[in-house]
């Protein structure tokens, strides 16, 4: 089975630390994604990768930055954390255009709740 | 653009009752169409998906056909039980028209009630 796993499960910060949030995939996946889940808004796409070093934007990048060195690992950065950002953070990978039938298929990880205070 | 339309809950229902969650879509192309279960402080999980026209995923005795017709994929289960108690999101990929992600739905919490 594929597994997708965060670094953590809770997360309390300050207004203005710089945090990092971890992601990690053991299925050799292409593509990675970074979420924020939010009430009434569901999931919206903050960055996508779809190889190592490459990133798109999503939907609302503004305030997150990215960076994917290695193929099983995709991190999501807040320079200057704000309180607005409190938020669930969803990781999820896909295996990549050369998966036929499961190109579309995404996986998740537990998710990442993050508290800016 | 593409776009997923999802019934608004928060949806109570006793257990044994019969439960229906809509969703409808929009699509340039030929979308993959997903319903997946995000149960109490976890991340989302695939429930069942379909790839095309008149497909029937099914899972755990939830089930949803895609219709192209109505543009639908609604989520049908014959007999809820309080372990099904979760926000269910309905999601669409696009490939053909070169999405790179999903679309997702609002998501409807459900709560079965013993």
């Known amino acids: 089975d594929v597994k997708v796993t965060q670094s953590s499960r809770y997360l309390v910060k300050r207004t203005g630390e710089k945090v990092f949030l971890e992601c990690v995939q053991d299925?050799?996946?292409?593509?990675m994604f970074w979420y924020r889940q939010d009430p009434g808004l569901g999931l919206r796409l903050i960055y996508f990768?779809?190889?190592?070093?490459?990133?798109e934007k999503g939907d609302i990048p503004e305030g997150y930055s990215v960076s994917r060195e290695k193929k099983e690992r995709f991190s999501l950065i807040l320079e200057s954390a704000s309180t607005n950002q409190t938020s669930m953070y969803l990781c999820?990978?896909?295996?990549?255009?050369?998966?036929?039938?499961?190109?579309?298929?995404?996986?998740f990880g537990p998710g990442t709740r993050l508290t800016v205070l | 653009g593409d776009s997923v339309t999802q019934m608004e809950g928060p949806v109570t229902l006793s257990e044994e009752a019969f439960l229906t969650i809509n969703c409808t879509y929009t699509a340039t192309g030929y979308p993959s169409l997903f319903w997946y279960v995000q149960y109490p402080g976890e991340g989302l999980q695939l429930l069942l998906k379909?790839?095309?026209?008149?497909d029937k995923g099914s899972n755990k005795g939830f089930e949803a056909t895609y219709r192209k017709e109505t543009t639908s994929f609604h989520l049908e289960k014959g007999s809820v039980q309080v372990s099904d108690s979760a926000v269910y999101f309905c999601a669409l990929s696009d490939r053909m028209a070169g999405a790179n992600n999903l679309f997702f739905g609002t998501g409807t919490r459900l709560t079965v009630i013993p």
């Open positions: 299925m050799d996946h292409e593509n």
């Open positions: 379909a790839t095309k026209a008149d």
């Open positions: 990768s779809y190889d190592v070093k490459m990133k």
């Open positions: 999820a990978s896909r295996l990549g255009a050369s998966g036929g039938q499961d190109y579309n298929e995404q996986f």
